[in-house]
């Protein structure tokens, strides 16, 4: 892999944009968002996790995948152009490599992916209820994750790693500065101090394991589920869940006497945490009782029956549950109450 150091990231910002949208994490009144950023001058790089992941750049919210005219049907594959997400964190990168797997298949997803370029960034202090360290998702970036990788140096340099070929064609054109071995032991010395700066979250990993026994009775979830009101906060912060479902819609024409003009199948975020996200037609529901739906939920970020399609579990440690859930029946809140009445 080459190595650069950066004395200015705006030289690397405006270089990119002018070939790619470019979207950046911006502070805002104390919370961090994802923001399209048109011209320079560009924003200082966050170093707080945004509220949102990454994931919508791909999976969309809402989008329409057919039409139908009365006599044809017709896939409506988006045809974004080429953008580049700057400063994506490793947590975040961990979460879309864990999607690329998930959504292999669906050309709705690969058509942004495909046109997407991925620069992380290191994080060099833990953030508030991460733990990316214990679930192999940071705190550096995984080579196999990004395209270009930062790592802040001192006196405003930074590190620039060119990962993949889709990363180092982006960089054409651009004057750059080979990086010493210095600058590089410095950031594997950086990474080891905030791997030393984590509190101790033990307690996940003898929660998991305690899980994946069955260890927590079926009244232990049925307690979690009272806690639950079902808001989807977890759902749709965490940056792996994929839950979706689909509706069939009219598209009415403008004189209201008229009949519609078109039929269109729509695709939206869902949650398997809603009560009638499993119910079948027949009306039978396999996690009737709210309690299943919650341990379901759990089971599906930390159980190990999906180590060997994914190669991870499906939590990368953000702690976004954490964070929005009004119930505190976050991982951390979940962990510890496993480890202590499983």
């Known amino acids: 892999m080459q190595q650069y150091v950066l004395h200015s990231l705006q030289q690397l910002q405006a270089h990119l944009s002018q070939s790619r949208q470019l979207y950046q994490v911006v502070d805002n009144h104390g919370d961090a968002y994802w923001q399209h950023q048109a011209q320079p001058p560009f924003p200082v790089l966050s170093q707080q996790r945004p ?54 298949q669906d050309p709705y997803y690969q058509a942004r992916r495909q046109q997407a370029l991925l620069v992380g960034v290191d994080c060099v202090h833990p953030c508030q209820n991460g733990f990316c360290n214990l679930v192999d998702a940071g705190p550096g970036v995984r080579d196999n994750t990004a395209d270009l990788i930062l790592h802040p140096l001192d006196d405003d340099r930074w590190l620039l790693i060119v990962v993949t070929e889709p990363g180092r064609a982006a960089l054409q054109g651009l004057a750059l500065t080979p990086a010493t071995g210095h600058a590089q032991n410095l950031r594997s010395d950086n990474l080891t101090q905030c791997e030393h700066e984590f509190d101790d ?11 994946n026994r069955d ?16 808001c989807s906060g977890c759902t749709t912060l965490c940056p792996t869940c994929s839950c979706y479902g689909t509706q069939n819609q009219a598209v009415l024409q403008d004189a209201p006497d008229k009949p519609p003009s078109q039929a269109r199948q729509v695709r939206f975020w869902d949650s398997c945490l809603y009560e009638g996200f499993q119910r079948e037609a027949s009306l039978h529901h396999p996690a009737e009782q709210a309690g299943e739906r919650v341990k379901r939920f759990w089971y599906h970020k930390f159980s190990d ?4 399609e994914f190669g991870r579990y499906g939590c990368v440690g953000c702690g976004r549950c954490e964070q929005t859930c009004p119930g505190v029946i976050g991982v951390h809140s979940v962990m510890k109450r496993i480890v202590k009445d499983a």
């Open 305 to 308: 029956d999906f180590l060997p």
């Open 51 to 104: 509220l949102s992941s990454a994931k919508s750049f791909f999976f969309a919210e809402q989008e329409t995948l057919y039409v139908f005219d009365g006599q044809f049907f017709r896939e409506t594959i988006p045809k974004p152009e080429p953008f580049v997400l700057f400063g994506v964190q490793s947590c975040d990168l961990m979460a879309i490599h864990y999607q690329d797997i998930f959504f292999e």
């Open 215 to 230: 260890q927590a009775p079926d009244a232990f979830w049925q307690q979690l589920a009272i806690q639950c009101i079902a």
């Open 201 to 211: 979250h033990s307690y996940i990993l003898e929660g998991i394991e305690k899980l």
